[in-house]
């Protein structure tokens, strides 16, 4: 039976991220993709001034009621960017009303990068993410995210393995769950993700070749072919692998282009491949 995704974020209507990621890239591996937006912008918040912001914190229960009348099956919740501190506790009674026994949660707990918070985000937004996380199955924190949910202090980017180690060991016992920490890099040559797997304590690495730009999204180009991965049966260790050379693809490929790095990463042009990734075809 075809596969469901509940993803719940924000639409940036320009700027590639969020769901004008998840809904291209979870399609194209054959996986049905509702959504519940969280708010709409005229384009993301990073790298851009004057956009506009409609929150749609007061229209997202009675969606999800809606579709409890219709007794919607979901096989995955992807959560991402959240339009309000409020929506923190909205989403954690939606996963509640959705989840069945074999639902897969995956909460990308989007606050900050690079050392610091978005635009709009406070230190209570990381208190509360901390209970989001608590209901997921799978937790995809960049280095910033990470040391947010610790209550740390971020320590940069590049970083020992046996950092990395501790750092999701840790994140793994306070949110009960499994742990790619994405944005390490552990030569400066190197970027992918790092993963703790919650049932068996395996840690394992998901490089790729680093290419020396920022692009806007790319963790949503992660977080969702790493979804569209899982869902096809890979590993936690594969799908980020999978997921870390399809992000750099797509950077690779809007580099090329001439695109601008606020326009986000140029992933189309490398579903293709992600198709085959996913399926083992390659
Ligand atoms: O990709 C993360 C993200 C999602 N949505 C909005 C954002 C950002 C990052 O800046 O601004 C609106």
Redesign the pocket.
Known sequence: MQKRVLAI??I?CVGR??LTVALPVLSAVGVETSILPTAI?ST???GFTGYTFRDLTQDMMPIAEHWKSLDLRVDAIYT??LGSFQQIEIVKKIIDMFRREDTLVLVDP?MGDNGSM?AGFGPEFAKGMVGLCQKADIIIPNLTEAALLLDEEYAGEERSKAEVEDMMGRLSKLCGCSVAVTGVSTSGEDLGAGTFDRETGKVAYSLTGRVHEYY??T??VFGSSFLAAVLNGKSLEQSAQIAADFTRQGILNAIEDGQEPRYGADFERSIPWLIKAVKGQL
Do not use: P
């Open positions: 974020h924000d940036s991220c969020s912008l993301h918040t990073g991402g960017y989007v978005y806007h999204g963790g949503d």
